[in-house]
């Protein structure tokens, strides 16, 4: 086929100051923006390979295909890169995240790439007590689970089990595990139900859900959810729920300084002019010699795409043939759920002289899991809430001003009436995002994994496919992300 | 808002015959299809209302507001209407349907809507003993439940059960069911499993979820399905297992002489160059005075916009604004699963000399469900196969010559090695269709309807929802798609 094999640096200055050093700034603005569209040269009509999404997944595949030598064109829908993972400046300068944030052990492979990058990471803050609060009451307590009387033998056999059970699910393969039948039957809710004397025990486990899937236990697979926590380490280190729900050496350790996105707009910056965005891909066609990929900005002529955008971006694409049937059903069925990131400023992170650690969980109200936010060197205080599944129904459709109220109410319940009063409050709801379409880790309900999960990695013709959803480790995290991208390129790599 | 008021007469000859004489043939020819498209005239830039979907709900949606003197403008990406309702002709040009062909007791909507077009039904082919297939011998039985003493109980008490609990989940509101949370947690797979004895009779439940869903037990819901048992009725007699499963009396118990897809031509025919074919709609853009609808052949103007077309299809549609977030979730857990319908000829309906009806279940191998299907005057024997959900898995991808094979041999399992010799053997697969994108009848995972069910109907701005989806009769049939056609255009008539 006719695709050109220049290299990473053929496109011109405006094209590379589009790609790389305007987007390096983090936060265009509006006008910075527009310019910068006006600027830009028209795509490449051809390349070795277009990668479809501009999130670090993506952004891996590209940088590892271009290091080989490779042609790329790199397509986003969004005048921005990250896609799921994003920062936010606040009015003092400090920067927070409104998307993927947390990392921690046995995510090698997002640290290693930070690392390279020159993000550093630090600590998420944990000294002091978290709160606990049911039933109209609150109490302290240190680590994951919170030593509720009523709860605490349940949440015990629970974690046992559900590691035990986790550990007999291949992490690349779910849906050959000896139950996987049985378990993919089943939702996390009815097996909970079944299987604790305490109902509040799901509760409990709702503020593991919820901010993870962006939907509650009746909405997931337990099969799914075990290869969650399955996942949840590394070749060496097998998962478990104590890594996946924890913050001190667990899925929430740690944060980048300067914010998690740093890491996508290092890559962009490397990347230069492959990096096209504004550039929403409408249709994918693929022939014996090719793939056509048209996009809002024009046409692109490859040999081989990369595909690593959500699930639900995927199904809107305008295939052609069409999406093998088994492939469609897989996409179709894992959903974004419902889910936005709330975080409230304050002049100093207050709790911290009160002893509390700023984490927290909530049976009721709008925030059931609360995490200190504050930026590393705490020049302001930051609280920040998962409201997600069916606390988002709850309150992700109220009027503003309203949901503020209940969220402050929520965090003043867990760290005290100074919480009442933020200097800033932002929130990011995932759930509108045109160019996500839901919460950012995506969940199966019951028959998927079983009778569609298999597809997961397998390339239609010349599309390959890339996204957190497709890694064996951390699926659904940033350290899933790479996973993927730098499998997805060696793949292509592979190909004669 | 500036839209014309001009009546369904006002297109060209070019255009009424492109939409009306020349569809109402059946099936066209690639040339005349070419030449009715080449010669169509360009879309009317403005209409009152714009129906999105030319199958029957779309089409009556468009007959209801035509009549009351709206200006209507039907696309339908398609190169003919009916959607899921498809005819096919035989090499001896006896029609068959391809897509939704039975029609029974309660479903009264189609059956007026037939009768007022001048569609005849005749009742399916009952007379004879019924096969059931199970672990390698085979049983003669009459009704619905095949007399096995291993699963007769159970399959007794179990479908008192459904009529119990499904009598308690109302038609229009599924959601606010005593047990709907409890029952919206688990799947029909779970439930039957812990309520009956033997592991056969969810096998013989599939022979009713496979057709039905394209799905399996794993896959649905139990509110879901039992608010499908409960919609098979009307608003005098409560729906049930049986009305919904049986042949006499039942969901099968007619079809239509030449086939169901008379029925939307017929409407086509009545509503002329309202109809516009080839007509994708890739955006939907509305604001404070009306809605744009982009297709592949131009842009209309419209002060509202029904959507007549399948969940898959409503997602893939670029939305400005959004859809709402919980619409988005509903419709990307309504799940059309995979299904194909196959049909074997023969030069005569050779089973009924033999004292069969024709119709059958089998536990294994590519026909789990079986029908007589030949035509009103028997000028042929058909016999019909529904090949869905995991049995899809097992047979869709075969290579044709294999799985043609296993479907024959499934039909000899049941009635005999007479139809491993067909004169003629069609395969529709509604997995694999574009504008489809999967079996006909949606269905629910856990979770979805609790969560997001109360959206079905819930206008967008100015678009509103038609579709067999949004019925509370016959959902997923083709009488809840006249149902649902006749209530949309009720509620657009209801606007000022």
Redo the contacts between chains.
């Keep these: 086929m006719d695709v050109s094999s220049s290299n990473l640096t053929r496109r011109g200055l405006l094209g590379g100051l589009a790609g790389g050093a305007l987007l390096a700034s983090g936060a265009l603005s509006a006008p910075v923006r527009a310019a910068a569209a006006g600027a830009r040269d028209p795509l490449p009509g051809t390349a070795d390979v277009v990668v479809v999404g501009g999130g670090i997944s993506g952004l891996v595949t590209a940088r590892e295909l271009a290091r080989a030598g490779r042609s790329v064109v790199l397509l986003d829908a969004r005048d921005r890169v990250g896609g799921r993972v994003l920062n936010h400046t606040l009015a003092n300068g400090s920067v927070i995240e409104a998307g993927g944030a947390f990392v921690g052990p046995t995510q090698d492979r997002i640290l290693a790439l930070a690392a390279e990058l020159g993000v550093p990471t630090f600590k998420e803050h944990v000294a002091g007590d978290n709160i606990f609060a049911a039933n109209g009451r609150t109490m302290r307590y240190q680590g994951t689970v919170p030593p509720d009387l009523a709860i605490v033998v349940d949440a015990f056999v629970l974690q046992l089990r559900i590691d035990w059970m986790a550990g007999q699910v291949p992490v690349d393969a779910p849906w050959s595990a000896p139950h996987a039948?049985e378990w993919?039957?089943?939702?996390v809710?009815?097996w909970v139900?079944a299987n604790t004397f305490n109902r509040d025990t799901l509760t409990l486990l709702q503020s593991f859900l919820q901010p993870t899937y962006g939907?509650?236990?009746?909405?997931v697979s337990l099969l799914f959810f075990l290869w969650t926590i399955a996942c949840s380490g590394n070749e060496t280190t097998p998962g478990s729920f104590e890594r996946a729900s924890s913050t001190a050496n667990g899925a929430q350790d740690s944060r980048f300084v300067g914010g998690s996105q740093l890491v996508p707009l290092a890559l962009a910056r490397q990347l230069g002019a492959v990096v096209q965005t504004e550039a929403a891909v409408?249709r994918i066609a693929q022939d014996d010699t090719g793939v056509t990929v048209t996009s809002d900005r024009g046409q692109v002529r490859a040999g081989r795409v990369v595909v690593a955008a959500p699930p639900?971006l995927v199904?809107?694409i305008?295939w052609d043939p069409?999406l093998p049937?088994?492939r469609?059903?897989l996409l179709?069925?894992l959903?974004l759920?419902?889910l936005m990131k709330v975080d409230a400023v304050y002049p100093s992170p207050f709790w911290r002289a009160a002893g509390l650690s700023g984490s927290g969980i909530a049976t009721s109200g709008a925030v059931r899991t609360c995490f200190d936010n504050s930026p590393a060197d705490a020049a302001v205080g930051v609280l920040l809430a998962f409201v997600g599944g069916?606390t988002w129904?709850e309150y992700?459709?109220l009027p503003l001003a309203q949901r503020r109220t209940a969220v402050l109410q929520g965090f003043a319940q867990l760290v005290g009436p100074q919480a009442l009063d933020p200097v800033e409050y932002v929130e990011q709801d995932w759930?509108?995002e045109?160019w996500t379409?839901?919460s950012p880790v995506a969940s199966a309900?019951?028959?998927?994994t079983?009778?569609y999960g298999a597809q997961i990695r397998v390339p239609f013709g010349r599309v390959h496919w890339a996204g957190t959803e497709t890694a064996t480790y951390w699926a659904g995290f940033m350290d899933g992300a790479v996973r993927a991208g730098e499998r997805a390129a060696a793949e292509v790599l592979a190909q004669r």
Excluded: F, I, W
Aim: glycine share 14%; net charge positive.
């Design positions: 039948a993919d039957a089943v939702t809710q009815e139900r939907s509650d236990g009746e909405d409408r639900p199904t809107a305008d069409l049937p088994l469609q059903q179709t069925r959903h759920g419902t069916s129904r992700g459709n759930t509108r045109r379409k839901g309900g019951t028959g998927t079983t009778a």
